[in-house]
C-alpha cells in the first residue's frame, strides 16, 4: 500500500512489485484460512462475501480483510486469542520486503523459529522507508516433523517453540509446504544437515512437491545471495537434486539458479565459462535422453514432438523443447551442430519447426562474432522487418540483442527509438530485456539511456510496464561499485522523471548492491567448484 498525495503516486502503484507481491500474498492467505492440503472453502467463501458485498460500489484494502477475519474466525480459528487477521495482512502490505525465518536448536527437546527482515544486499539499509511494524510480520507458518503437516503463527517480536527430538538422528524438520507462504526459510547448520540426509533418499525426494522443490532451491540461492549460506550448499543442493530430478518445472528451477550464477560472475571471461563447462556434462545427458531424437540437423529423421494427446504429451513436449534449448545455452556440441545446419537451411527458405525456432535463432546469435554471424543478424533484421506477426517479431528481437558486437548494438538500440523501423510498444522490451541480456549489452543500454533519457521520458511517460521492465531490465544485473556510484548519481537528478519505474529502480540498486556483494562473498567458492569439477 501507497499513500497517494500526488498523480505520480497513482502509477507508482501499478508496477510488476505490486501485482506479483499481490498474488503472493493471495495464496498465502489461501494457506492460512485452508491448508495447502485441503479445499478452498474458507477463503473463496470470503472472496464471495467481500464481492456480493461491495459490488457495484467502492472497497478498501481492510474491506477485503475483514471478510476474511470474520469467516477465519468462525470457521478457522474460534479462540479468543486467535490473531486478527485485519492486522496481520496489514503486516504484510503495509510495509515492504519480507521476512526470513530462522530456524535453529533452542535445546534437546525444541527448536526455535524467529524471523528478521530479509535484505538482498545483507544489512544496508540506506535511504531505508521506515516501518510502522519495525519489519516484523505475523508469518503463517506450515510445517512437517513427520508424516503430518501442522500449522503456527509467528507473531512480531515473539519466537516459536517447536517440540524435536534430536536424539533421534533421523529426525527433520521442512517449512512452507507447498511453498505457500510469503518468506523464506534459513535452517541452522545441524538442522540442514538432517533434512539434506531425508532428501537424499531417492523416495523422500521424490515425496517432495514440485513446488517444494523449487522452494527449497530459490531459499538457498537466495540465502546465498545474501550472505546468509556459503556457496557450497547451493552447488550441493544442485547436485542432490540432478541426480534424482527428471520433472520439467524443478529441472527449469535448477536451470535458472546455474544460470543465475553464470550472471553474476559473467565479468570474469574464463570462470563463467568453466562454470558452464561443469554443466555441460548434465544437460547433454538430458538432451541424449530427451531432446536428440527430435532435434536433428536432417527434419526428416526427427521424431514428431509429443501431442497433447498422449498421456501426459503435453509436459513431455516441452521438456523434449527444455533439453533443446538448454543443451544449445551451454553449448553441446551435437546441439549447436544442429542450429546451425537448421539456420542455413533458414537462410534458404526452410522453415524450422516452430517450437525450435527461438532456440535455433538465439544460439546462432550468441556464437563469436565472425563476418557470417554479422550477416546473419542482417538477414535476421530484414525478416524483423518483413514481419507482420507480433509473436515472430518477438522471437526474433530477443535472438538480435545477443550478438556479441557493439557497433551493431548500438544501431539496434538506435532504430528502437525510430517508429518507422520499431513499434513503440516494443521499443523498450528490447532495449531493456533484448539488447541487455548480455555484458556487453549491458553496458550498451545503459550509455545509451543516459544519452536518450530525456527522450525516452518524453516519449513513454504512459507506457508504464514498459518502464518498468526497462529500468529494471538495464540496471539490476551490474556488479560493480563504480557503476552502481555512476548509476545513482545520473539519477540523482532524474528521480521526478521516473515516475512508475520508481520502486523499479530502487529495486534494482537493492539488486546492484546484492550482486557485489555476491562477488566479495562467493566469487572463490565458484573458483574452487570449478576447480573440483576440472578435477
Known amino acids: 500500500s501507497i499513500e497517494v498525495s500526488k498523480p505520480d503516486d497513482i502509477t507508482a502503484q501499478f508496477d510488476s512489485i505490486s501485482y506479483s507481491k499481490g498474488s503472493a500474498l493471495l495464496v498465502q492467505a489461501k494457506m492460512f484460512m485452508d491448508g495447502t492440503e485441503s479445499t478452498t472453502e474458507n477463503f473463496e467463501n470470503a472472496i464471495r462475501s467481500y464481492v456480493k458485498q461491495y459490488e457495484y460500489g467502492n472497497a478498501e484494502q481492510t474491506d477485503l480483510y475483514e471478510q476474511l477475519d470474520k469467516i477465519y474466525g468462525a470457521k478457522k480459528d474460534t479462540s479468543e486469542t486467535r490473531v486478527n487477521i485485519i492486522e496481520v495482512m496489514n503486516t504484510w502490505t503495509l510495509q515492504m520486503n519480507f521476512p526470513v525465518l530462522e530456524v535453529r536448536r533452542y535445546d534437546d527437546n525444541h527448536i526455535a523459529i524467529s524471523q528478521r527482515r530479509f535484505l538482498i544486499s545483507g544489512s544496508d539499509v540506506s535511504g531505508d522507508k521506515e516501518s510502522p511494524y519495525g519489519y516484523q510480520w505475523y508469518v503463517p507458518i506450515e510445517y512437517m516433523t513427520g508424516a503430518d503437516i501442522e500449522f503456527a503463527w509467528l507473531k512480531p517480536h515473539d519466537t516459536l517453540l517447536i517440540e524435536f527430538d534430536f536424539s533421534d538422528l533421523d529426525s527433520f524438520i521442512r517449512l512452507n509446504m507447498n511453498s505457500a507462504g510469503y518468506y523464506i526459510v534459513n535452517y541452522s547448520f545441524d538442522l540442514n544437515e538432517r533434512l539434506t540426509k531425508h532428501i537424499s533418499d531417492e523416495e523422500n525426494y521424490k515425496a517432495l512437491k514440485i513446488p517444494e522443490v523449487q522452494g527449497l532451491l530459490y531459499d538457498t540461492f537466495l540465502l546465498v545471495s545474501a550472505g546468509y549460506k556459503p556457496m557450497s550448499d547451493g552447488v550441493k543442493l544442485i547436485d542432490l537434486m540432478l541426480l534424482f530430478e527428471k520433472r520439467l518445472v524443478p529441472l527449469r528451477e535448477i536451470s535458472r539458479q546455474i544460470s543465475g550464477v553464470a550472471v553474476h560472475i559473467s565479468e570474469d571471461e574464463t570462470l563463467y565459462k568453466q562454470w558452464k563447462s561443469k554443466y555441460q556434462g548434465t544437460f547433454k545427458t538430458l538432451f541424449d535422453e530427451f531432446g536428440a531424437d527430435y532435434f536433428k540437423a536432417n527434419a526428416t529423421a526427427e521424431k514428431d514432438l509429443p501431442t497433447d494427446a ?29 542450429a546451425k545446419a537448421k539456420f542455413d537451411a533458414y537462410k534458404n527458405g526452410i522453415e524450422p519447426k516452430s517450437e525450435f525456432k527461438i532456440t535455433m535463432l538465439n544460439t546462432v546469435m550468441s556464437v563469436e562474432v565472425t563476418d557470417d554471424v554479422i550477416d546473419n543478424w542482417n538477414f535476421l533484421w530484414k525478416k524483423f522487418q518483413n514481419s507482420d506477426s507480433a509473436s515472430e517479431q518477438q522471437t526474433i528481437y530477443q535472438a538480435l540483442g545477443l550478438i556479441q558486437d557493439k557497433d551493431t548494438l548500438k544501431k539496434f538500440s538506435e532504430f528502437c527509438l525510430d517508429p518507422t523501423l520499431v513499434r513503440r510498444s516494443d521499443s523498450l522490451y528490447i532495449l531493456g530485456r533484448s539488447i541487455a541480456q548480455t555484458k556487453l549489452g549491458r553496458e550498451v543500454s545503459w550509455d545509451f539511456l543516459v544519452a536518450n533519457w530525456q527522450r525516452l521520458t518524453e516519449e513513454f511517460t504512459d507506457a508504464l510496464f514498459a518502464v518498468d521492465a526497462y529500468i529494471a531490465g538495464v540496471l539490476s544485473d551490474f556488479a560493480d561499485q563504480d557503476k552502481l556510484d555512476e548509476i545513482t548519481e545520473f539519477f540523482s537528478g532524474q528521480l521526478e522523471s ?36 576440472l578435477n
Open 310 to 338: 498422449a498421456n501426459n504429451g503435453f509436459q513431455d513436449r516441452l521438456k523434449v523443447l527444455f533439453a533443446v534449448q538448454l543443451a544449445c545455452a551451454y553449448e553441446v556440441e551435437e546441439c549447436v551442430n544442429v
Open 498 to 533: 521516473l515516475g512508475p519505474g520508481r520502486a523499479a529502480y530502487e529495486s534494482a540498486l537493492q539488486s546492484i548492491k546484492g550482486n557485489i556483494g555476491w562477488l566479495e562473498k562467493h566469487k572463490s567458492a565458484v573458483q574452487e567448484s570449478v576447480k573440483t569439477s
